[in-house]
């Protein structure tokens, strides 16, 4: 199977890597280490576009769900089954909690704002011709 990833070279998204890589999968990395941006959305699109699998991990403001959007696009009137997995998060189940530096607390507040983005558009296109699983 052909899987991309947005952000394969650190935390969540090099582990993904890593294991389905170990399993004979054929990896399609995209990081911003490697010169991509996920803000250039059609571009990124375009390069996920032959794969069967994206797991939609990297987050950059609300990219990761304008993402999700421009491939679901794409997908959604193909005859062959892919699949989109939506990295998420915990922080999304409460609000986040007053940090000491007032700075980090609103950046962890953008940070979940931004998930919560992410997983009501999986919701939004949960029921259409692509199968989305939320992580």
Do not use: C
């Amino acid at each position: 199977m052909k899987i991309a990833i947005t952000g394969h070279k650190q935390g969540i998204g090099k582990a993904f890597a890593e294991l389905l890589a170990e399993r004979g999968h054929e990896i399609v990395g995209i990081s911003r280490s490697q010169g991509e941006n996920i803000r250039r959305i059609e571009h990124t699109a375009k390069i996920i576009d032959s794969s069967d699998l994206f797991i939609n991990n990297a987050q950059s403001m609300f990219a990761q769900t304008e993402l999700l959007y421009a491939v679901w696009k794409q997908w959604h009137t193909l005859p062959n089954f892919k699949w989109i997995w939506n990295i998420s998060t915990q922080m999304t189940h409460e609000p986040t909690n007053s940090i000491p530096d007032g700075q980090d607390d609103i950046d962890m507040s953008l940070y979940r704002v931004q998930k919560l983005s992410l997983e009501e558009a999986s919701r939004q296109l949960q029921n259409k011709s692509l199968s989305l699983i939320h992580i």
